[in-house]
Each structure stands twice: as C-alpha cells, then as structure tokens.
C-alpha cells in the first residue's frame, strides 16, 4: 500500500506541552501534506512541504521531512486545549492524481 | 473558512431510499474529491474529478454515482441506500498547488 501509516495512533498530553506526531510512506512524493480534523467536520490544511524542503513552519507548526527515511513528522509546540483533533497526513505520490491519507492521530490535550 | 459547502449536514433515512449529498464550490477549482469517513478512521476516495463532464471512481468500491455538469457542482448519489452506507461523506476541492479544501461533511445513517 502506498498509503501514509501514523504515529501515534492516539496522544494524550497535557497543556503547553509539545506534541509530535509521525508519518512515514513507501514511495517518493512531490509533497506531503498535513491536516487537521476536528470530531465530527471536515478537514484544515495545515501545511504542505515539498520534496525538496527538510523544514517549514507556520506559527506553533512545525513539520520535518526526511525523504530518505520516507518520513515527517509534525511539531506543535505550546500546546492549547484547542488543538484537540486529530491530524492526518497526506502524501501526493509521483504519478498519482490524488492524495493519499494516513489514518490520521488523535490528539487530547488535557488542561 | 473555505469555500465549500455541502448539504444536508445529517441525514437519517430508510433503506432502499434514494439520496443525492451535494457539495458546491466558489474557488472555480477544477478538481474535486468525495470521501467516506467512518467516526475516527481514515478517509477512503470514492470519487473524483478533473473537471466538468470528467468523473472516476476511486479506491473504495462504492454503490453510488457523481455527476460534473458544472465548475462549482459535484453531488454524489446513491441509488438505492443500505445500512453499510451509514458514514460520513466528505467533499473537497483542490488548488492548483495540490492543497484540498473540505466541506463540513454529510453524516448519512441509514436505518
């Protein structure tokens, strides 16, 4: 499969803690994407690095990628009761027409 | 806030029913994405389209139908609704730099 696997699937931390979260993909990308879901809406975007990028930020966001690894990883710093979601990545494979999404983390953030 | 709507939100019906979900954008993106979403899992492609009058079928094997008649209109339909319908359905566009914008979503419970 070429699909994005998750890590952690779940995540429980407590306010103005960072927290991490994981993606790794089997084939090379154009770029990777990042969303945001809260219970029961559609997806945000967040943030998409491309394959020639190692780092982008945007605000408390901070996302890697390691396309040797195959892999990113997602950083919110100082975290907020508000980011309580869950986070999906999703990957724009080579000679792909769509997206691919992981299954996504779900994050709690405990006040 | 993008640009997409979809409508109902929720929806309860009977088997056997017919159902149209629509989904309208107002960012004129050609391409556009129907997923099936259960509570807290990942998301499945079950149609898309690279623009009016162009329609595929996605990687989940799905009993429903879409149409591309306009730009901005993308509703999916199913024919004849069973219980296994029961789930979240999901429209999204995309930009020219592969970033997809979601609607709220359609719950469908089918009893």
């Known amino acids: 499969s070429q699909q994005g696997e998750e890590d952690p699937q779940a995540l429980s931390i407590q306010e103005g803690e960072n927290a991490t979260m994981n993606c790794s993909y089997k084939?090379?990308?154009?770029?990777l994407q990042w969303y945001r879901q809260n219970s029961g809406r559609g997806l945000v975007h967040l943030i998409l690095?491309?394959?020639?990028?190692r780092e982008k930020h945007s605000g408390r966001l901070r996302v890697t990628l390691d396309t040797s690894k195959k892999s990113s990883s997602l950083l919110i710093t100082a975290s907020r009761a508000a980011d309580t979601a869950s986070y999906f990545c999703a990957t724009d494979f080579q000679g792909a027409q769509k997206l691919v999404f992981g299954q996504g983390t779900r994050l709690t953030i405990n006040p | 806030e993008a640009d997409i709507y979809q409508t109902p939100r929720y929806l309860v019906i009977g088997t056997g029913k017919k159902i149209t979900l629509e989904c309208s954008q107002t960012?004129?993106?050609?391409?556009m994405y129907w997923y099936q979403q259960d509570p807290g899992m990942e998301l499945h492609l079950i149609h898309y389209?690279?623009?009016?009058?162009?329609?595929e079928k996605g990687d989940l094997s799905s009993e429903s139908t879409v149409s591309r008649i306009r730009t901005e209109h993308f509703p999916l339909t199913l024919e004849s609704a069973r219980p296994s319908h029961t789930s979240q359905y999901l429209c999204a566009s995309q930009t020219g730099g592969r970033e997809q914008y979601f609607g709220p979503g359609t719950r469908l419970t089918v009893t």
């Open positions: 960012m004129g993106h050609d391409k």
């Open positions: 389209s690279y623009g009016v009058n162009s329609t």
């Open positions: 084939t090379s990308i154009n770029n």
């Open positions: 690095i491309r394959s020639n990028e």
